[in-house]
């Protein structure tokens, strides 16, 4: 069973909505629509995920993708986020935003072309979630699924 793991020290961004409007064409030109993220700290994130992706396949000696297309894998990602002072101290865990699926999907876009070739391979999320802990963090193992390894 191929697996790596490694750990991203950086904010979990959420994927956003997308913002998109439409310049309009000059000197005869067509217009054109430009789509952009409500969230500004994504694309950093991003590029923190994939450089500690590519960095952990790289001491392994693992080419990219890890997992090859329609090679099933199973993803699992802790996040980890500060606890506000404002918290109350008998929460445990951050039912506030943002949401854990908007974590995943930028998390798993992100990965995309480095651990597998497109996400649609992902078949299971294994031990998955949203915790406080400090620093602030994104702990990823990504396991390449061969024969009935998934349960």
Not at 20 to 27: A, D
């Amino acid at each position: 069973m191929e697996q790596v793991k490694f750990t991203v020290w950086a904010t979990p961004q959420p994927q956003g909505s997308m913002k998109g409007f439409v310049l309009p064409g000059k000197n005869g030109a067509r217009a054109r629509a430009i789509l952009t993220s409500d969230n500004s700290k994504l694309k950093p994130y991003r590029g923190d995920l994939t450089r500690e992706a590519m960095d952990a396949l790289r001491a392994k000696g693992i080419q990219e993708p890890m997992a090859a297309k329609h090679v099933p894998v199973r993803l699992e990602m802790k996040f980890y986020l500060a606890k506000p002072d404002s918290c109350p101290k008998k929460r445990m865990f951050p039912v506030v935003k943002p949401d854990l699926s908007k974590l995943i999907r930028a998390s798993e876009d992100a990965l995309t072309g480095i651990l597998y070739a497109d996400d649609a391979q992902v078949v299971s999320y294994g031990d998955t979630g949203k915790f406080y802990g400090s620093p602030e963090r994104v702990e990823v193992t990504l396991t390449v699924i061969d024969g009935m390894d998934l349960f």
